[in-house]
């Protein structure tokens, strides 16, 4: 069974940091793409980065270019999305999704994803 577990959403000022996790089981891990998004209240989800399990390449949105960062540890199963420089904008519930994809095309569509998570909220404060 394919799951995706977020965790280490919470609440920050404006200007710090968070590490969200997205700890990935029940599928070859190198075979897909795992990406970030998220959804404020009222909005339609939205993509924020994307890797490749199996070269690392990665690719961002614009709102958070320069300020976020995504990770993996292929060992753990695990992607991270760092967060710096948060704004109160940043706030949402935050997702991450697996695409079956050998081949990396970068991609923040929602109906190209396989499997999500349950998400975690992140709030900024200002």
């Known amino acids: 069974e394919v799951q995706l577990v977020e965790s280490g959403g919470g609440l920050v000022q404006a200007g710090g940091s968070l590490r969200l996790s997205c700890a990935a089981s029940g599928f070859t891990f190198d075979d897909y793409v795992i990406s970030w998004f998220r959804q404020a209240p009222g909005k339609e989800r939205e993509g924020v980065s994307c890797?490749?399990?199996?070269?690392?390449?990665?690719y961002y949105a614009d709102s958070v270019k320069g300020r976020f960062t995504i990770t993996s540890d292929n060992a753990k199963n695990t992607v991270y999305l760092q967060m710096n420089s948060l704004k109160p904008e940043d706030t949402a519930v935050y997702y991450c999704?697996?695409?079956?994809?050998?081949?990396?095309?970068?991609?923040?569509?929602?109906?190209?994803?396989?499997?999500w998570g349950q998400g975690t909220q992140v709030t900024v404060s200002s």
């Open positions: 999704a697996a695409e079956y994809q050998l081949v990396f095309k970068p991609s923040l569509e929602v109906s190209e994803y396989d499997y």
């Open positions: 890797t490749s399990m199996s070269d690392g390449s990665t």
